[in-house]
């Protein structure tokens, strides 16, 4: 097919490579405008553009696109079978999602109509959840609203977190959007719409999502760490100070620990958290310090009796 392909992230470029694998025809990659990345904020192009322009695709990069009449001319004349969104990060406006025969497809990172949003794979580790998936479905006016075409699950591991699952989902939706197309082009596809009474959201992380409350117990705080990777993270206080908890494992007993109390007992560094749970913290980063073991801070900090994590 002759498809328009739009999107921004790491998590888009798998789908794209299929496509071309695939042996659609596609004239034309839509992304966001290349943005400051690093201290010295030097402009950085989106991976998906470098996926594009490695394999002489044409790309554009629009501030806009809702009233964009340029844009929107471009479209109208390449009259794609369909345009393929990914991760694009803007509003499809209706002028588009009426455009192709076939519509607008995204591949979204979770089991619709759980986790609508921006951040489905994040949340799903966060709240606990030990199996997600991607869906493929038809764009419509709604945020992550349309009918669903195709979808696929795969086990969260208790080794995951939002880096390490990222990269099978994108790859896993990618799979399903080439299956989604052929069905689609055989006429052997129906698309089912959402049942919404079940949706739950994904919105976009914050840095306060990223600040650890010890009164939730062990299992709740892990999962948070593991889905709120790389950022906004696990953030808490020391001595006044900021610290990040970048690894821990669930202590598989009860505690006396009171939540944020630290303890050094056999040279392991524990932390009491709510519900008579604790977390075993393995590696974290005091404000202005490198990243450390456990042993390390335990050895550099000499934490005392008494002393806790967070205010």
């Known amino acids: 097919m002759k498809l328009v392909f739009?999107?921004?992230?790491?998590?888009?470029?798998?789908?794209?490579?299929?496509?071309?694998?695939?042996?659609?025809?596609?004239?034309?990659?839509?992304?966001?405008?290349?943005?400051?990345?690093?201290?010295?904020?030097e402009l950085a192009a989106p991976p998906v553009k470098q996926a594009a322009m490695g394999h002489g695709l044409r790309v554009i990069q629009p501030e806009k696109i809702k009233n964009n009449a340029e844009f929107r001319a471009e479209l109208e004349q390449l009259a794609p079978r369909a345009i393929i969104v990914v991760g694009y990060g803007r509003i499809?406006?209706?002028?588009?999602?009426?455009?192709?025969?076939?519509?607008?497809?995204?591949?979204?990172?979770?089991?619709?109509?759980?986790?609508?949003?921006?951040?489905?794979?994040?949340?799903?580790?966060?709240?606990?959840?030990?199996?997600?998936?991607?869906?493929?479905?038809?764009?419509?006016?709604?945020l992550d609203t349309g009918d669903i075409l195709l979808q696929a699950a795969t086990p969260?591991?208790?080794s995951d977190n939002a880096v390490t699952l990222g990269p099978r989902l994108a790859e896993l939706g990618a799979a399903l959007l080439?299956?989604?197309?052929?069905?689609?082009?055989?006429?052997?596809?129906?698309?089912?719409?959402?049942?919404?009474?079940q949706a739950s959201l994904a919105p976009i992380?914050?840095?306060e999502d990223g600040l650890i409350d010890w009164s939730r117990t062990a299992m709740a705080t892990w999962n948070r760490l593991r889905g709120f990777q790389?950022?906004?993270?696990?953030s808490t206080t020391f001595r006044g100070k900021g610290?990040?908890?970048?690894?821990?494992?669930?202590?598989h007993e009860s505690s006396a620990l009171t939540p944020?109390?630290?303890?050094?007992?056999g040279g392991k560094l524990l932390v009491g958290c709510g519900g008579a749970s604790a977390l075993e913290v393995l590696e974290l980063q005091p404000e202005a310090k490198k990243k450390m073991p456990a042993a390390a801070f335990l050895n550099g900090y000499r934490p005392q009796a008494g002393e806790r994590f967070g205010r």
């Open 6 to 41: 739009a999107g921004t992230p790491q998590f888009a470029v798998p789908t794209l490579e299929h496509l071309l694998r695939a042996g659609h025809e596609v004239p034309l990659v839509v992304t966001q405008p290349d943005r400051p990345k690093g201290r010295g904020g």
């Open 92 to 142: 499809i406006p209706q002028w588009m999602i009426d455009l192709p025969a076939l519509g607008n497809l995204n591949v979204h990172a979770s089991l619709l109509p759980k986790y609508r949003g921006a951040a489905p794979i994040q949340w799903a580790i966060a709240n606990g959840e030990t199996t997600t998936g991607v869906t493929t479905m038809r764009i419509d006016a709604g």
């Open 156 to 158: 969260i591991r208790a």
């Open 205 to 207: 992380l914050t840095k």
């Open 260 to 265: 944020g109390e630290l303890s050094a007992a």
């Open 230 to 234: 790389p950022w906004p993270g696990a």
């Open 178 to 197: 080439i299956e989604t197309l052929q069905r689609l082009e055989a006429g052997t596809l129906a698309a089912t719409p959402q049942d919404s009474s």
């Open 243 to 251: 610290l990040q908890v970048t690894e821990a494992r669930l202590v």
